[in-house]
């Protein structure tokens, strides 16, 4: 059984700064891509940024600069950097990643049960 799990959501002022965090747990081979989504009130899901098992990373164009992904490999752990924040990043931030169990011959998709992060004007 593989299990994510975000913390370091919270209520924050605008302009502020937080970072999340994401642990993948249980019996894992390996893991592939990492990712950070994140869910508006009323809107779908969409993808903030995404980063390779070699560092690599991609953004949404919106939040290039503000937002920085990264990870630890051995801690199977994703981070988010998230600065100067807005009113308008207020979401549900969820973690995504691509992990291969211990046993198993390919990858599937786990996800977060994510965390609420809400930036006051």
């Known amino acids: 059984q593989v299990q994510l799990v975000e913390s370091g959501g919270g209520l924050v002022q605008t302009g502020g700064s937080l970072r999340l965090s994401c642990a993948a747990s249980?019996?894992?081979?390996?893991?592939?891509?990492m990712a950070w989504y994140r869910r508006a009130p009323g809107k779908q899901r969409d993808l903030v940024a995404t980063?390779?098992?070699?560092?690599?990373?991609n953004y949404a164009d919106s939040l290039k600069g503000r937002f920085t992904i990264s990870r630890d490999n051995a801690k199977n752990t994703v981070y988010l950097q998230m600065n100067n924040l807005k009113p308008e990043d207020t979401a549900v931030y969820y973690c995504?990643?691509?992990?291969?169990?211990?046993?198993?011959?390919?990858?599937?998709?786990?996800w977060g049960q994510g965390t609420q992060v809400t930036v006051s004007s």
């Open positions: 249980g019996r894992i081979f390996s893991i592939n891509l």
């Open positions: 995504n990643a691509e992990v291969r169990p211990t046993g198993y011959l390919r990858h599937y998709t786990y």
């Open positions: 980063i390779t098992t070699d560092g690599s990373t």
